[in-house]
């Protein structure tokens, strides 16, 4: 899988858009992109994933860009319920009988202030 | 529907004890993980399950086992348990075919003295 460089931490102000950066700059054709987040203690929860468009849902948007050399997760109104760590994953399309393994590096640490 | 269910949530262990991490999912899917997480660290996957029957070793599977008897559970194992196995655990599962949307239970906290 390619690797993937994110900030170690941001702080943002409750209330405005999160904007999270993931560099993922040796992706292959067939990677997609993940996102997930993880808030203190709980087991990770899935935000999102994108192949080469831009997504919405009800949690956050994915902005990749055209090269999909890098991609921001955006986070429209912070609440601090959002304060959490966040993944950004780069995974091949799922193989028959492979399962989906993974690698959670890092990530970046939000804080969400009032 | 509760998801994926893990128990014990807390267990504190001495050297050599062995004990086993229930994790049970409702959601009939096919693909299971077994994930540990040590303090400011990403997760790391120990073996992984694609079916019933079936499983795998991932990156960090020594001196752990796994068994899958039943599509719905998946258990893992510690024969001899050691301080260096002290994390937190973390199960998940997913369906076949659908792309990396995987479902997290809330952790096993294991401390091994």
């Known amino acids: 899988d390619a690797k993937t460089t994110q900030p170690p931490s941001m702080d943002c102000a409750e209330g405005r858009a999160a904007n999270l950066p993931c560099n993922h700059s040796?992706?292959?054709?067939?990677?997609?992109v993940y996102w997930y987040r993880q808030i203190h203690s709980q087991g990770p929860q899935y935000i999102i994933h994108?192949?080469?468009n831009n997504e919405t849902n009800e949690m956050a948007s994915l902005i990749i860009t055209e090269d999909r050399k890098s991609s921001t997760l955006i986070l429209p109104h912070a609440t601090l319920r959002d304060t959490a760590v966040y993944y950004c994953?780069?995974?091949?399309?799922?193989?028959?009988?492979?399962?989906?393994?993974?690698?959670f590096g890092g990530g970046t640490r939000v804080l969400v202030k009032p | 529907n509760a998801g994926v269910t893990q128990t014990p949530k807390f267990r504190v262990l001495k050297t050599g004890q062995s004990m086993t991490l229930l994790c049970a999912q409702d959601?009939?899917?096919?693909?299971m993980y077994w994930y540990r997480q040590d303090p400011g660290m990403g997760l790391r996957l120990i073996h992984y399950?694609?079916?019933?029957?079936?499983?795998a070793k991932g990156e960090v599977p020594d001196g752990y086992n796994v068994s899958r008897l039943k599509k719905q559970n998946f258990l893992l194992g510690l024969e001899s348990a050691a301080p260096s196995q002290t994390s937190v655990y973390f199960c998940?599962?997913?369906?076949?075919?659908?792309?990396?949307?995987?479902?997290f239970g809330e952790g096993s906290r294991l401390t091994v003295l």
């Open positions: 994108g192949l080469k």
């Open positions: 040796t992706i292959s054709g067939n990677e997609y």
């Open positions: 998940a599962s997913d369906r076949q075919g659908r792309t990396g949307e995987l479902f």
């Open positions: 994953i780069v995974h091949p399309a799922p193989i028959k009988a492979a399962g989906n393994k993974l690698t």
């Open positions: 959601m009939n899917h096919e693909y």
């Open positions: 399950s694609v079916g019933e029957g079936t499983t």
